[in-house]
């Protein structure tokens, strides 16, 4: 302890420790065991001390008995790849547009650079303990190419895709083996299989967190979470059910769709929760886990369609609103199971996404991350 504190001020240190270090047993009890998904965007990755507090989050959650599954994105480490090359880049509805000269490109940056950064990362801190995995080795990402319809426009977005089919028989291994799987998000194509498909890595991990039926999915980004009236920062939103954010969903911008489709998806599929986290805060994951309050942007399912695995946040009374918290209905399981998900098709999406034409946006991404 500093020799500037008064013996006072140590024991009221001390006593805020222990009080925050007591504050994560119900969610120690709640999550040991279980799989958490962290999508970690390409925006968090650009300041080394973030990264490096980002792998010991990780390995924090690994040795805290979670078994914590990263998938990574690198938007703007493919946008700097693109343009070293002189390869054009631009965004339609938050996705990249991906000619058949980019797909490379951007599976060289996600597969190769950043996949091994942040492997190299966690394993500095971790013991050997990350292993990394290929969305399109072992045929764990399977999709089919979508198209994007932008103020009633439809484009093309060449080589990019929805995913389709999971196989998460790899990432169970290496959860079982006790290691902390990196996932980068490109997809096998159905339709040409020796082709891959550029998936955005916040619908990779909605994905990957139904089939392994993950007690939660933490998105990491440059904001403090979901905004309302964007970019009116007095409008952020604490706790959102699926149904309002459904309703939400057609006035959001850029990046934000795919976001916040991944994260409907994934609680309509069944798993226990989707929170937007602030990566610029060092430390952010392990507030959202193991706090009362947690942090961000947190979307539950409506009261009536909560599993079993969804339970958690109405039971320890974390951030839910009355309305959303109807004790009397936590009981009923109409829909998806706790259970892994392992070859069926991941994408339940009740948002209006379909397989070649996705959201319409208002607005779009820059031409340039
Ligand atoms: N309603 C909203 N709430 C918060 N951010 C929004 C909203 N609409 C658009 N955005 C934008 O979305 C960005 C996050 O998406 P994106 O850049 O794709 O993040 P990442 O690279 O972390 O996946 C924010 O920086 C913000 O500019
Ligand atoms: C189709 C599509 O847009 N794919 C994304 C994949 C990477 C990604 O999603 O990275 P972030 O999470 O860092 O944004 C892209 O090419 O940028």
């Not at 597969?111 to 990362?121: F, K, M, P, Q, S």
Request: proline residues 5%; negative net charge; hydrophobic residues 40%.
């Amino acid at each position: 302890m500093s020799d500037d504190l008064t013996k006072e001020e140590e024991h009221e240190l001390a006593a805020v420790k222990a009080a925050t270090l007591i504050e994560s047993l119900p969610w120690l009890k709640r999550f040991s065991g279980k799989t958490v998904v962290v999508k970690f965007g390409g925006n968090a990755m650009v300041n080394d001390d973030l990264k490096r507090a980002f792998a010991e989050d990780m390995v924090y959650l690994r040795y805290a008995g979670l078994h914590p599954v990263v998938v990574h994105g690198g938007g703007p480490q493919i946008s700097a790849a693109l343009k070293e090359q002189g390869i054009a880049s631009e965004f339609r509805g938050g996705y990249r547009v991906t000619t058949t000269e980019a797909i490379t490109v951007v599976r060289d940056v996600l597969a190769g650079e950043v996949n091994r950064e942040i492997v190299d990362l966690v394993n500095e801190h971790g013991d050997g303990l990350a292993v990394g995995v290929f969305g399109d080795g072992g045929s764990l990402f399977t999709g089919e190419k979508k198209g994007v319809v932008v103020d009633g426009e439809h484009f093309d977005l060449g080589h990019v895709g929805d995913i389709t089919h999971v196989d998460p028989s790899g990432v169970l291994a290496a959860i079982e083996a006790g290691r902390i799987p990196i996932v980068s998000s490109i997809a096998i194509d159905d339709a040409h299989p020796d082709q891959a498909l550029n998936v955005n890595a916040d619908a990779a991990a909605g994905a990957l967190a139904i089939a392994l039926g993950a007690a939660k999915l933490m998105m990491l980004t440059d904001v403090p979470g979901l905004y309302r009236n964007w970019p009116d920062r007095d409008s952020i939103i604490d706790l959102i059910a699926v149904d309002e954010l459904r309703e939400l969903l057609p006035s959001l911008e850029s990046g934000m769709i795919p976001k916040m489709t991944a994260c409907l998806d994934a609680v309509v599929g069944g798993v226990g929760g989707a929170t937007i986290i602030d990566g610029r805060i060092p430390h952010s994951i392990l507030l959202e886990v193991f706090t009362l309050r947690g942090a961000g942007t947190e979307v539950i399912p409506d009261p009536s369609r909560r599993t079993e695995n969804q339970n958690t946040h109405a039971e320890v009374g974390r951030r839910v609103p009355e309305s959303a918290a109807d004790p009397g209905r936590h009981a009923a399981t109409d829909h998806a199971s706790t259970t892994p998900q392992t070859s069926t098709t991941p994408q339940t999406s009740t948002t209006p996404q379909t397989s070649t034409t996705h959201q319409t946006s208002t607005t779009q991404k820059g031409t340039e991350q």
